[in-house]
């Protein structure tokens, strides 16, 4: 079977990713490996930081990989967070930090609309193709949690739903969600190349 480094260590997106291309590629983790170190995240578009991390890995062992970057766009705030949306309250901050930062940024706006943006850079033979999945909604005026969840979920709430991302089962949420997307486009991808290979 095929293989590719998945530039992560994050367990819970390897078990997403690997469910979703099971039969079709192994997906090797970057401690599996036996890459070690941190990987440059110092592009400034999603884009660019999926491609930096995929290089890196490429870089050191010449095997197809793949990295992905997400980043939630409010459209009040002109895109921010975006790419530092996991350092938007600083370094080393907490979800609760990020998430107090943005509602006290979005106090008194009428307009809530954002987006959470995945993009995947896979690099095979050393040259990339991008993925990219989007799911669009509102940012709550307060936290709604039934303790599902990570990161912004508690304050997301998408389009044609009325619950936050918090709220929802793993399996509806990774259904609709941009990682999801974006991994279903990859997964697409993957099986056609396999299909004209079979031909
Ligand atoms: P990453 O690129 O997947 O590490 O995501 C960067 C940051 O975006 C995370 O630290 C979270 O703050 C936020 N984020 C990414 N995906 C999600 C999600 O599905 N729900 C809520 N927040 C997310």
Not at 37 to 42: D, L, Y
Not at 103 to 116: P, T
Not at 168 to 184: C, F, Q, Y
Request: some cysteine.
């Amino acid at each position: 079977m095929r293989r590719l480094i998945f530039a992560t260590n994050n367990k819970h997106k390897v078990e997403e990713v690997r469910a979703a291309l099971d039969g079709l590629v192994e997906v090797v983790t970057l401690s599996e490996a036996g890459l070690q170190g941190e990987i440059p995240e110092t592009a400034d578009t999603l884009e660019g930081n999926a491609l930096q991390k995929a290089q890196w890995v490429w870089e050191r062992t010449h095997t197809d990989c793949f990295a992905d970057d997400t980043g939630l766009e409010v459209d009040a705030l002109d895109g921010a967070p975006g790419v530092y949306s996991a350092r938007y309250a600083g370094e080393h901050c907490s979800f609760d930090d990020n998430i107090d930062k943005l509602l006290y940024a979005l106090e008194g706006k009428e307009n809530r609309r954002a987006r959470f943006r995945t993009v995947i850079c896979l690099i095979e033979n050393g040259h990339p193709t991008y993925f990219e999945g989007r799911v669009e909604g509102q940012i709550l005026r307060e936290r709604q949690s039934n303790g599902e969840g990570f990161g912004y979920d508690p304050v997301f709430m998408p389009d044609r739903f009325a619950v936050s991302f918090a709220e929802m089962p793993l399996e509806v949420k990774n259904r609709i969600s941009h990682r999801g997307m974006a991994v279903a486009k990859l997964v697409e991808y993957v099986n056609g190349k396999r299909e004209n290979s079979d031909e």
